[in-house]
C-alpha cells in the first residue's frame, strides 16, 4: 500500500518535472527573441537617424520581422498560459476529495460573491 502511494507521487513529480522543463523552453525561447527584438530596434533606430533611404527603405522589413516577432511571443505566452492552466486543473482534481459525477467530473459547487 505505501508503495502505492510513493509510486503515485513519482509519476507526479515525473510530470512536474516534464511540465518545468516545457515551461523553461518557453521562457529561453521567448527571450531568444525579445533579444532579437532588442536588435532589430536598435538597427531601425541607427537606419532612421542616418536618414539615408536605403536604410530607411530596409526599415520596412525589419519593422515586420520585429511585428512577428512581437507575435511569435504573444503565441509562446498564450501558450504557456494555456499549459500552466491545464496544469493547474489537473493538480486540483488529482487532489480534490469532492465526489465524482456520472461523467468522471468532480461534483463541486462555487459560489459566487455579491
Given at each position: ?27 529561453v525561447d521567448?527571450?531568444?527573441?525579445l533579444d ?71 461534483n463541486q ?6
Open positions: 500500500m505505501e508503495g502505492d502511494v510513493l509510486s503515485g507521487f513519482g509519476d507526479r513529480h515525473n510530470m512536474d518535472g516534464k511540465l518545468l522543463q516545457s515551461f523553461q523552453k518557453s521562457f521567448v527571450q531568444d527573441i532579437q527584438n532588442r536588435l532589430l530596434i536598435n538597427e531601425i533606430n541607427q537606419n532612421h537617424e542616418s536618414k539615408q533611404p536605403e536604410n530607411l527603405g530596409r526599415n520596412v522589413g525589419l519593422i515586420k520581422e520585429l511585428n512577428n516577432n512581437i507575435r511569435r511571443v504573444a503565441s509562446l505566452y498564450g501558450d504557456l498560459s494555456h499549459s500552466f492552466a491545464r496544469s493547474v486543473d489537473a493538480s486540483s482534481e488529482g487532489e480534490s476529495s469532492g465526489t465524482l459525477k456520472s461523467d468522471g467530473k468532480a459547487k462555487r459560489f459566487r460573491s455579491g
